[in-house]
């Protein structure tokens, strides 16, 4: 059986949410197997976040190296290279950093490369059968993997549950291992976007608003919930027309096409021009106080209330929640 | 500066739904009509632009068929200045290891500085760009939406990373880059372009002329069937008390990561 | 005889005879006039080709009735009459103005023929005249100085302000009137002094006035003031001559050639290069407009011709809009471009060559904001033509592949499918085959083999998008109900293609016409219907060797008149109707009264009209391609255009064009007036209202 083993990403010290998503997912291919974990970074941050993974994973390998400051996928590779067994099954988030590093990864270590991967079927002798999506997600696709020479897949953040923190294993620092890494892409700075300038498009959760918000004031109504949720807030062309706000935060075929796994219809009534720019199959949430609305034949949850009423409350319980 | 850009011709979805075939063993393709895929597009604007800025030339490349060879004068049209189609029934079963071994094949034949791809393509797996990388010794960078040339050796880049920042780093030459869209604005493309370049002979490549067999292009990785995941129809309504509705939201938001 | 005052021709200055002045100053004037003109002309030799020298008497007579009867004038009532007058002015006191350069050189000149009652009769003309000239230019001042309407006002992103200029000619025309009374009134009050026959002045003219105001002057000062107004006058008048073509005055001698080569023809657009067939386009190196060499010559004479008036601009809803276009400045900034590279002084200086208009003195979005709604052309009162030069610009920037990114996928998806939606051609029927609309309406598909004597063009938005297919069903209902034959194309119909031409991308156009050209011919049918403006003028205009169009409202009216078609009287109470006219239903192709009549056929049905109607109706936002471009904009067009109807006191907005409808019932929701105000197609109020 081969040896699986996850790359968790952090920042700030704190591992991202997926790091236990691989965790599941790993246990999918083999519900019996021993994961380890990798984490690479420097000084104490890098030292919590090998804390905090070591109380789901079995093993903790830790690499700490001025190199690895910052998650640059052109040192983490080669280290991986170095480090990993033969045949070995290496997960990691699909990311940006997951995208930069997987592909040349499993070119490397001659391994299988499954990209974005939303589920996993199971292992057959050396086939490992996965789930994955295609056309901007307007179909599936089942793929097998030959894994024989091990495999580098990327799962896709939130298809995998996160896993029950269970386990308590060792970390153990393996940097001396690392040697020298000749990087060629140097990292300089994080240039962080600005506000006001929130690319919707990119976004998995959008709480999005229309006529039904009725007044620019109301704006605020949207505001507080998408900051309640993590999301957000995105609108239809009414909006944008009122300039109540800007047009970067449109949705539809005269605005952006965007491709939240969540979306939040509040006060949208559902013209065609507003969902064409919906793709990806998201889960639609559809708020509106007209029971007619287009909206609800497309959403997959269906509120006739006042989102003017509805959205507060909301709000107001998520904050109780957290 | 030489760049080659590798590009792809898909069908376009961007309209209409996806239909599954018959068989299910793939989409219905009878109705779709294919164009070059988003993505590539921006890169080879991007590969225009800066041969309009430091010289040189682009020459776009793709593995496929004869009908591939639209998108490629398509691009010309654009301003690529060389066409390259790699075509062969070999290359027809491959997984995208086996497309980036055609194209570093392809690679081998030419001197390029800089290799674009799009960051990603209608299978949405991305990885042809880094792969070839891999296979060529050269660095990589993904979703890249900025491209500075420092001097002949090194390129300023930016990646857009999670939270819609950008992250910059220095690149040595030669390299390869995935590119993510909004880069630039890929200038139009009329029927009157696309005319110009009607007539210029593209160079066709096959896997004797790469030195490719069956073997450096056997899958890894293959598809084994398309299937739409079961959809209910219309909307589930939620009523009650707003308590009891907020109640059953939650617990719905929280199960589709909604919530953060 | 002896003579009352000595003439400009025999006087002295010290010891020089000043008829030598007389000869020189205008021998000067017309060496500078013909060196500017020469320049002016320049550009235009090097222009584009254009075809303006056919259709001749046409031409005659649109020289009659817009340049000398000032046809246009009276829409803007105040400055329509005082522009006729000084209009009227300066025709007939242009032979007094030659007489008097004469009058320098030959003592007592007249005109041949002039020296009978003629002469007499014209001698009171020409005071009341310049009486009239001068009145205006006071008034005129005033207003342009003082109270300085609106539409004069010139934007900060355009420039400086036009008014000084306005105002220093005004003073040099009313210099001319005022200097020319005073050379008649010395003579006439020197005269009476000596008790010697005078000329007659009419009472309370100019001449008049002054004659009784220089009773008591002493003949010599009266001999002084004499041969200097004279002089004034000749200065004024020459060096008035050389700064017409410097500036918006230039139409004072353009005009007439203008108006004579203006466009003769509403609703098409010009070919690519006059001369150059369609099938050899592809061999053209350029396509379209880039640089100011590049426009037709008669073009460059509207630049050369454009008076500054702003009506066009005034008229213009993409200016209303707060777009970045106002058709006054792109007539005003090219004429500063062609007097840049063409320049007078210093004499002999190289023409240099203009840089690309785009990203120089037009911005992308300033071409790309017109509607084509022709409200400009239908407006300018000396016939300065827009579309055509959109149009152009817009070829030059398709050529360069400098298309919005908002434009360039529904571009690409009516290339490939036929509608800018890129949705499947199979689904273009599918309006057709919905099961409750069928049950009680069968429509034939060309398609499916059907055949039929009318062939109703659908085009792309009433196929697809789900509100305008009910103006496709209710189309549909009233042919039937009407006893028409009818088929559609279906899948076989691609997008007409109007705006796909006017937006530049010619070559696009012509492979959908081709294609519809060849379909509708296969089909066999004798005539078409369509129920879109745009399908409609597409048709008429654009195609050829196809059979005639007309539009759903023609074939309603028709159908009334001919007792085929019967309508109930008006079914809703309280409900007051307002008919917007569709711009390529009503400028473009002069459909006013039909879908009035249509309408009033109702019995009972309350109709007003708006302020803006007929050829001044107010665009609704743009059809085809303009409701995917993203425009910066204040306002929506639609949004004013709702208003509109509101202050006129409707509730119920009629249109006949399917993006009227969208753009109308967008902003009935945008403007708040949901409740308050509806929108509704004409052929849907038929369908509703005929008696089957």
């Known amino acids: 059986m081969a040896q699986i083993f996850a790359y968790i990403v952090h920042k700030n010290g704190v591992a991202d949410d997926t790091a236990l998503e691989l965790l599941t997912a790993a246990k999918k291919i083999d519900p019996a197997a021993s994961v380890t974990a990798i984490v690479t970074g420097e000084g104490s941050a890098l030292d919590a976040v090998a804390g905090q993974v070591a109380k789901a994973y079995n093993e903790v390998w830790k690499f700490s190296a001025p190199v690895f400051a910052y998650p640059n996928a052109e040192a983490v590779r080669p280290l991986l290279v170095k480090v990993l067994p033969a045949g070995a099954i290496l997960l990691v988030a699909h990311d940006t950093f997951g995208m930069d590093l997987a592909p040349g990864l499993s070119i490397k270590l001659n391994a299988a490369l499954v990209t974005d991967v939303v589920g996993i079927e199971g292992l057959d002798g050396s086939t490992l059968k996965l789930v994955r999506q295609e056309f901007g997600g307007q179909v599936s696709t089942h793929v097998a993997a030959d894994v024989s020479t091990g495999a580098v897949l990327t799962p896709r953040a939130g298809s995998f549950t996160a896993a029950e923190a269970a386990a308590s294993g060792p970390v153990v620092d393996k940097s001396a291992e690392a040697g020298d890494l000749v990087v060629k892409r140097r990292f300089i700075e994080v240039v962080a976007a600005e506000v006001g300038d929130v690319d919707i498009t990119k976004e998995d959760v959008l709480v999005s608003i229309g006529r039904g918000i009725e007044e620019q004031d109301n704006i605020e109504i949207a505001q507080d919930l998408a900051k309640a949720m993590g999301a957000v807030v995105s609108c239809s062309r009414p909006i944008v027309d009122a300039k109540w706000l800007e047009k970067s935060r449109q949705v539809g075929t005269s605005g952006q096409t965007v491709k939240p796994k969540v979306y939040l219809a509040c006060g949208i009534s559902g013209s065609f021009q507003h969902l064409g720019g919906l793709k990806g199959n998201p889960f639609i949430v559809a708020i509106n106080k007209n029971a007619k609305a287009p909206i609800f034949q497309v959403a997959d949850v269906g509120i006739v209330a006042n989102i003017l009423e509805f959205m507060p409350a909301l709000t107001e319980a998520i904050e109780e929640g957290k | 500066m030489e760049i080659l850009v590798c590009i792809k011709r898909v069908p376009d979805t961007s309209e209409n739904e996806i239909a599954l075939n018959s068989a299910g063993n793939d989409i219905e393709r009878d109705d779709l009509v294919y164009s070059v895929n988003e993505w590539d597009n921006y890169a080879v604007e991007e590969a225009i632009q800066i041969v309009d800025r430091v010289g040189g030339s682009v020459t776009v490349v793709t593995v496929g068929d004869d009908e591939s060879e639209e998108v490629l004068r398509r691009e010309m049209a654009m301003g690529a200045n060389k066409g390259l189609l790699l075509a062969d029934d070999a290359f027809a079963e491959t997984d995208g290891r086996g497309i980036a071994t055609i194209l570093k094949a392809a690679v081998a034949k030419g001197t390029y500085d800089l290799i674009l791809t799009g960051a990603l393509a209608d299978d949405g797996a991305g990885q042809v760009g880094g792969m070839l990388a891999a296979m060529l010794d050269y660095p990589f960078a993904s979703v890249v939406n900025k491209i500075e040339t420092v001097n002949d050796k090194t390129l300023k880049i930016g990646r857009e990373i999670e939270g819609g920042n950008q992250e910059i780093s220095e690149i040595s030459l030669p390299c390869v880059l995935s590119i993510q869209t909004g880069i630039n604005e890929p200038r139009y493309v009329g029927i009157r372009g696309i005319r110009k370049v009607a007539s210029v002979e593209i160079p066709t490549l096959a896997a004797g002329d790469l030195g490719l067999d069956a073997a450096a292009l056997a899958p890894k990785v293959k598809r084994l069937d398309y299937f739409v995941p079961a959809l209910g129809k219309g909307a589930e309504m939620l009523e009650g008390s707003t308590e009891e509705i907020i109640a059953k939201l939650l617990e719905m938001l929280k199960a589709k990561g909604g919530l953060k | ?692």
Request: net charge neutral; charged share 25%.
């Open chain 3, 1 to 692: 005889m002896e003579t009352v005052l000595i003439s400009p021709a025999k006087a002295w200055f010290f010891f020089i005879p000043t008829w030598i002045f007389s000869f020189l100053i205008p021998v000067a004037g017309v060496a500078v006039f013909t060196y500017l003109i020469a320049l002016r002309l320049a550009p235009l030799v090097r222009a584009a080709p254009d075809r303006r020298f056919n259709r001749i008497p046409e031409r005659l007579r649109q020289v009659l009735k817009i340049w000398l009867g000032q046809w246009r004038h009276p829409r803007y009532m105040l400055a329509g009459v005082l522009h006729i007058i000084l209009f009227a002015g300066f025709l007939s006191l242009s032979i007094r103005s030659s007489q008097m350069v004469i009058l320098g050189m030959v003592d007592g000149f007249v005109f041949p023929g002039f020296d009978s009652f003629i002469g007499a009769a014209y001698d009171i003309l020409r005071q009341i005249m310049a009486t009239a000239v001068f009145v205006v230019v006071v008034v005129a001042a005033i207003r342009r100085g003082i109270f300085k309407p609106a539409r004069y006002a010139v934007p900060a992103q355009y420039g400086k302000d036009h008014t000084v200029e306005a105002v220093f000619v005004l003073a040099l025309i009313g210099t001319l009137m005022v200097t020319e009374a005073l050379f008649d009134s010395s003579l006439a009050a020197a005269a009476h002094q000596k008790g010697m026959h005078a000329e007659i002045l009419v009472p309370m003219s100019l001449a008049w006035i002054f004659a009784r105001m220089l009773a008591a002057t002493p003949a010599e000062s009266l001999q002084t003031l004499h041969l200097v107004s004279y002089y004034l006058h000749d200065l004024t008048f020459f060096f008035f001559l050389c700064f017409l073509p410097l500036g918006k005055h230039f139409h004072v001698i353009t005009s007439i050639f203008n108006v004579f080569f203006m466009r003769l023809d509403k609703g098409n657009v010009k070919p690519v290069r006059h001369g150059v067939a369609d099938d050899k386009l592809d061999d053209l190196e350029s396509f379209g407009v880039k640089q100011i060499d590049d426009f037709t010559w008669k073009h460059m004479l509207d630049f050369y011709s454009c008076a500054d008036c702003g009506r066009c601009s005034d008229n213009c809803p993409a200016n209303a809009a707060g777009r970045p276009l106002s058709p006054r400045f792109i007539t005003i900034k090219a004429r500063d471009q062609i007097f840049k590279s063409y320049p007078v002084y210093p004499i002999g200086a190289p023409f240099t060559k203009s840089p690309p208009l785009i990203g120089g003195i037009y911005s992308e979005a300033e071409i790309w904001s017109c509607t084509t709604c022709g409200a400009c052309e239908e407006e300018c009162p000396l016939g300065i033509e827009y579309i055509d030069k959109i149009i152009d610009l817009r070829r030059g920037m398709v050529d360069d592949g400098n298309v919005p990114q908002s434009l360039q996928k529904p571009l690409s998806a009516i290339e490939k499918r036929g509608n800018p939606w890129g949705k499947m051609e199979k689904k273009r029927a599918d309006w057709a085959k919905n099961k409750e609309f069928a049950a009680d309406c069968e429509v034939k598909l060309v398609e499916a083999g059907d055949t039929a004597e009318t062939l109703y063009f659908v085009d792309s938005i009433t196929s697809y998008d789900d509100r305008m297919q009910k103006i496709a069903q209710a189309t549909a209902r009233v042919l039937t109900t009407a006893g028409i034959d009818f088929a559609i194309l279906g899948k076989e119909e691609k997008d007409s293609g109007h705006e796909v031409r006017r937006f530049g991308e010619e070559m696009l156009f012509q492979d959908l016409r081709s294609h519809n050209t060849e379909m509708i011919q296969e089909s066999g049918a004798k005539r078409i219907v369509t129920a879109d403006p745009h399908a409609f003028n597409a048709l008429r205009k654009d195609y050829k060797d196809i059979p005639p169009t007309e539009h759903i409202s023609q074939t309603i009216l028709r159908s009334i008149q001919e007792g085929r078609l019967r309508l109930k009287p008006v079914d809703s109470e309280g409900k007051i109707y307002t008919y917007h006219d569709p711009c390529y239903l009503g400028r473009h192709n002069g459909l006013y009264e039909e879908p009035r009549q249509v309408l009033d056929t109702i019995s009972g049905l309350r109709r007003v009209e708006m302020t803006r109607s007929r050829d001044r109706s107010f665009c609704c936002g743009g059809g085809g391609l303009m409701l995917f471009y993203e425009p910066e904009e204040e306002q929506r067009m639609g949004v004013i255009r709702v208003k509109m109807a509101a202050d006129a006191g409707a509730n119920v907005i009629v249109t006949a064009c399917p993006f009227c409808l969208v753009n109308i019932e967008d902003a009935i929701k945008v403007a708040g007036l949901e409740g308050k105000m509806e929108a509704i197609d004409l052929v849907e109020l038929i369908d509703q209202h005929a008696e089957r």
